[in-house]
């Protein structure tokens, strides 16, 4: 499975598990929605493809940035996720052996931090000559206690645990218990460190105003443009050097950068983390960090203007994609009605920009429902109508949106969403056959 895309700086083509694993989770929403046994039959042709692309040593690789085919670990835990996909739904022994060689694969791919364990980025981490190798600048640093090469990446890092806290739920074992408690140690000490929160307040506020969609930008005031720019040119290319001085990833207001010692700056990693901080929260509910940056992240990206901001340029718009995943799982693990309308939203704005809804939308995630418990997504009878399926402590939930211009009326094709509650976007109780206004939502929760 290679991606639709070739990858920057060189413009190569790659394999790409995280495309994989994307697609198998959608084949398995289709299939329940359709009940078509040709969603079925994809679905183990991308299993099969993963499985045969396997390397001896149990890992994944793909040589995005150099000719030595070095593994990046997140793609190589999208394998693992697909694995424990596929063995959610029926055993099997050659999946169960390729899962645990992948997995002791990850667990060699680690650095010790003052605080434990962590789960490494990709391959060129391991020396100072293959971050060399690699496309990007980067600051040689042993802040808190990890390797000079270490750049501390987050989403990696929560990607990782959540595929090795699967593992040990999927396999009964003990083996790696060590482990995931000194990655889920220092994920925890990291999140909580906040040095400078004055000094940060102040830089952040600055940056802040780089995160404003275009028209909002162009309405500032002449100082506050003059400080933007300030921002944008010498501030921000100096966020690395400060971050590596007074290390923190989580910044006043909430925003959660992507890592720390690498020398750029993308706030599309903003969703990215997000989504990984709700995953990360599902699994160890315990860790009451994790839910309360995710939190503070989400709000970030809408309060700050972010979301609005990544509709503007192509390369940014995947941004929504990621930010609507994580409201997905946000809303499953939180009955607040602001999720949904935050949900409703975006995927709103994925619709006029011509992009899919993400897979959790379907409703047949596994790391949210096992797959016994998986719902058909209902199919609407009219083409303005989209659906996302959500499925969480609270129920069974149906978010219905009506992305044309005049009213239309919720039918199905099939399956019927049953029995439901409907609410539209002020919560306020609606009757199932009442009319959707154009641009309007409702929601639809299991009675």
């Known amino acids: 499975v290679y991606e639709n895309r070739y990858e920057w700086p060189k413009r190569w083509k790659i394999c790409s598990e995280n495309d994989a694993h994307a697609l198998f989770t959608c084949c398995a929403g289709l299939a329940r929605a359709t009940g078509k046994a040709l969603y079925g ?18 890992g994944y690789h793909h040589g995005t940035w150099t000719n030595e085919l070095e593994s990046h670990y997140r793609l190589h835990a999208s394998a693992m996720h697909m694995m424990m996909d596929a063995l959610d739904e029926r055993d099997d022994s050659t999946i ?19 605080f434990g ?23 040689p640093s042993r802040a808190l206690g990890k390797s000079p090469t270490n750049m501390l990446v987050l989403n990696t890092h929560l990607d990782t645990l959540v595929a090795a806290l699967r593992h040990a739920d999927v396999t009964g074992s003990e083996r790696y218990r060590t482990l995931n408690e000194s990655a889920r140690g220092s994920a925890l000490a990291i999140l909580g460190c906040r040095p400078a929160e004055s000094l940060y307040r102040i830089v952040f506020w600055l940056v802040g105003l780089t995160c404003l969609s275009t028209p909002k930008a162009a309405s500032l005031p002449l100082p506050l443009r003059a400080l933007k720019r300030v921002a944008w040119q010498y501030i921000i290319p100096r966020l690395p050097a400060l971050k590596t001085r007074l ?9 959660v950068d992507r890592a720390l010692s690498l020398k750029n700056w993308s706030h599309r990693y903003l969703s990215t983390n997000a989504m990984d901080l709700a995953r990360i929260a599902r699994r160890l509910p315990g860790d009451v960090m994790f839910r309360d940056v995710l939190k503070e992240a989400l709000h970030y990206a809408i309060d700050s203007g972010l979301a609005e901001k990544w509709r503007e340029q192509p390369a940014d718009q995947y941004s929504i994609g990621f930010l609507a995943e994580a409201l997905c799982h946000a809303c499953t693990l939180d009955g607040a009605y602001e999720w949904r309308q935050l949900l409703a939203t975006q995927l709103f704005a994925l619709h006029d920009l011509g992009l899919g809804f993400p897979p959790t939308a379907l409703g047949c995630n596994p790391e949210i429902v096992p797959w016994a418990q998986h719902a058909p997504c209902p199919l609407p009878a009219e083409d303005a109508i989209r659906v996302a399926s959500l499925a969480g402590p609270q129920g069974r939930e149906v978010l219905v949106l009506n992305t044309g211009s005049s009213p239309a009326v919720m039918t199905w094709l099939n399956p019927q969403p049953g029995a439901m509650q409907w609410r539209d976007a002020d919560g306020i109780e609606q009757h199932p056959d009442a009319p959707l206004p154009p641009r309007a939502w409702r929601l639809g929760a299991a009675a």
């Open 96 to 114: 169960r052996t390729a899962l645990d060689r992948a997995m002791a694969y990850a667990a060699a791919q680690t650095d010790q931090t003052a």
């Open 117 to 139: 364990k962590w789960f490494l980025h990709d391959e060129l981490e391991h020396s100072a000559a293959g971050m060399e190798r690699g496309p990007f600048k980067w600051i």
């Open 41 to 58: 039959l994809l679905a183990t042709q991308l299993l099969h493809a993963v499985l045969a692309r396997q390397g001896d040593d149990g």
């Open 247 to 255: 290390p923190r990833l989580v910044m006043p207001g909430g925003y």
